[in-house]
Structures are given as structure tokens and as C-alpha cells.
């Protein structure tokens, strides 16, 4: 009877520092924490550039991944929202990243509701209480190399960055940024209020600037003006006749490349061109206009591209051997001879349709000055053209280039 009142209570003691084990985590086989069943914790922080230019190549940031959890995960997956309002085509963004090595690789993006959207196509482990700093790129393409879109624009990008953990698994953090977008401005500066046909050149500066982080290939800055008109550049020293080219032979818009064909620019830079202009005798007296237009990506059709345009400067034209003001009255254009008119580089387009005009603020004085103020675009906004046709405004002169500005929606 002792000896089982004994085996009893050590049975129950026994039972009792097993369960004393276990509650303190030293038992054999220690219970599951319950931590363990949840995911880890993901945090996101990206470091969006502060503008990128419409039209110019990608800008580099960086986006840095941390897990603040327990738990370690294997699959970290980042996903990125690009909302540049309803100016913007659907070949406007581009996104790239490289998680390993120098090749960058891009990021898929879908198009839908005027918003982008894309995954980064590669996962990631990260264990509990690392971090990882992932290096991406972001660019306003709109289009791609001589196939520029003249239809659209932004000035701003809204950057949203969510990270998740797993395959299918919700977002743990989001980051959002604004990214500016501007793009490249052109102006002419010097150029005299009147001019004499057949008379002696008038000289001045054509600028093109590009203001944005972003660099900038295949610019063709180029000055716009009419069938009369000769340009000559000033290059290594020596005066350059450049070809005249044209879309539309009819409306009497033709233009000259000032910096050449496919010029870059780098990031916050500029180039000049000194210019000179000599109009025949066969122009008619009146009103004639210059005005500086950059197009990027341009391709085989002329004036078609993401296009800048700066103002217009309007000269006043003196008949051939006038030595007076005409009163800033204007002639109509006579039919020019075949051997009058100049050959473009390019074969004229048929088309005579023109966007709306928004914008192209006459600039210059009524020819009692003898020196027009400085014209150009600012740089704080962006127009992007529809420029395969430009609209002929008035007689003997190019009234107007077409422009069609798009805004980001608030």
C-alpha cells in the first residue's frame, strides 16, 4: 500500500516537471511557436529621382527592400504603379532594374485606365533583419529611337512601390514619389526686326537647352521658316548652307537642322548655333517669321517627333532695294517656278490637315526696333506636337506652328 502511494507520487511529480519543462521551453519535444506561422515583414523605401525629360533616356534610383520581422522570407517581390494622367501614349514609360552584375534588364509594363503597371520579373530572399538595395531607371521615352510619339505629354510621373512576400501574397509596404517632368527648350536670341529681300543675311543665335537629369540623344534642333529663305550655320569656322526640308511644300513650312541630325545633349546642358538668313528678291514684302523647334526621335518624315517649339520671331520684310518700312502690310505668296523652289530633303507630304493650334505666341516688335528681345520656350512645361503638318497663317509667312499641349491631371 506504501510502496504504491510511493509509485503514485512520483508518477505525478514526474508528470509535473515535464509539463514545468515544457512551459519554459526545455521540454523534449517543445511545443510550435506561434510566431512562426507569420510571414515576415516587409518594408519598402524608394528613392525616386526628382524629374526625368520627355523624350530623354532613363534616370537611375534606387529602391531599398528591408525585412523588420523574425522571419526570413525567400521570395520578395517588387511591383511598381506609374501614373503620368491621361497626356501620356501608351509607349510613353519605360522601367528598368538589375539586381546582380551591369546588365540591365526591363520591367514589363502593362497599360490600362492611363496608368502603368509592372513587376519586377525576379524574387529575392532576404532573411530576417537584412536589407536589399535594388538599382532601377525610369524614363518618358515616348516612343522609341526615330520613331518618336508627337502625341501626348506629362509633367509630372506619381510613383507608387509595393512590396509582398510570396508568390501570390498582398503588398506589406508601399512607397509613393513624384517624379517632374520637363523636357527641352529652344529659343532664338538677336534677331533684327527687319529684313531686305535679296538683301544682305541677318545673323543670330539659336539655342537649344536641356534642363532635365535626363540625357538626350537623336536631337534635331531646327529652324522654321519659308521657301525664300536661305540658312547658313556657323561650323569649325566656316559659314554651311544647309538643305532646306519640308512635309508640307504647300503651306510654305520649311525647315533647317541648326545643330545637325541626331545631336545629343547631355543632362543640363545647351548647345548654340549662330545663324545667318538670306531671303531672295522674290519675296514678297510683309511679314516672315523664324521660329526654333526641337524634335527628338524625329524619323524619315520631317517635323514628326516629340517636338519643342520656342516662339516665333516676326520680321518684318522689305522689298528688294526698299530702304523704308512697308507699313507691316502683306502680299500674297506668288506660285513659285519649279526652278525658284528649293529641293527638300525629304519628299513633301500630301496631307493638309493640321492639329488645332494652342499655342505660338507671336513674339518681336511692329520693325521700329532694330533688334527683336530674346524669344524662346521657358523649359517649365513641355509641348508635344502633332507635327506632321504645321498650319499656314497668313500670307507670305509662316503663321503658325500646330501644337497640342497635354496637361497632367491633377
Known sequence: MNTLARKVRSSVAVSGTALLLAATGFGLAPAASADESQPPMLAVATAAPAEVGLAGLPVAFTTK?????AHDTSLARLIYRIDG???LPSNAVSLQY??????WKTVPLTYADEKFSGEIPETFPLAAGQSRTVQLRIGVPMGTPHNGD???GTQQLKLTTLVSNGASGAATDTDDDTIKVDGLSTGLSGVPATVTAGGPAISFEATVTNPTASRYE??????ITNRYASVQVLRSGTWKTLTPVTSNAEADVYGFDVIGKDASLAAYSSTVAKVRVTYRKDTPAGKATVQPCAFVNQGSTPFRGTTSCGDRATLTMLAAGSTGSTGGTSTPIPTPTAS??????ASPSTSTEAPS????TTSGTSGTSSQLAKT???GTSTIAVAAGAFLLAGAGVLGAVALRRRRTRA
Request: charged share 5%; proline share 6%.
Open 150 to 152: 508627337s502625341n501626348g
Open 340 to 345: 525658284a523652289t528649293p529641293t527638300p530633303s
Open 85 to 87: 494622367g491621361a497626356g
Open 98 to 103: 538589375r539586381l546582380s552584375g551591369t546588365a
Open 218 to 223: 537623336n536631337v534635331t534642333d531646327t529652324l
Open 376 to 378: 524662346g520656350s521657358s
Open 65 to 69: 527592400v528591408s525585412n523588420t520581422g
Open 357 to 360: 493650334a494652342t499655342s505660338g
